[in-house]
């Protein structure tokens, strides 16, 4: 017995658990990575969505109301929604233009912007 070679019932078993416990990290970390870069990229298309429904609206003339132009389809499951505040001061006409981009009914970001007159 002294010169026996191969490992015992309970170094395999202790084996594949700390194979199983290192397998399940890896995996917790990979699914944390794929939720961060899933919020990562529905931040980033709603911050571009609101930057152009902005840089339309102020291309169009001066106005107390604005229809924002359409999201293109591959954008589904987005929507915008602009708010107008008009600003009277010495200076002339100013709105406050306000962009809220939403996906799916959960609001995701707000661009808020001005237009003079």
């Known amino acids: 017995m002294e010169n026996e070679k191969g490992f015992t019932l ?24 794929s939720k961060a870069l899933f919020t990562a990229d529905q931040l980033e298309t709603a911050k571009n969505l609101a930057e152009t429904q902005m840089e339309y609206i102020k291309g169009q003339p001066y106005a107390t109301t604005y229809v924002p132009p359409p999201i293109p389809p591959e954008y589904a499951g987005y929507s915008a929604t602009v708010d107008i505040s008009s600003i009277t001061s010495r200076d002339g ?23 003079v007159n």
């Open 10 to 33: 309970l170094e395999v078993i202790l084996s594949i658990a700390l194979l199983g416990i290192i397998c399940i990290a890896v995996l917790a970390g990979l699914s944390t990575a």
């Open 93 to 115: 006409n100013i709105q406050k233009i306000t962009i809220i981009i939403e996906h799916s009914g959960k609001q995701v970001t707000t661009l808020e912007g001005y237009k």
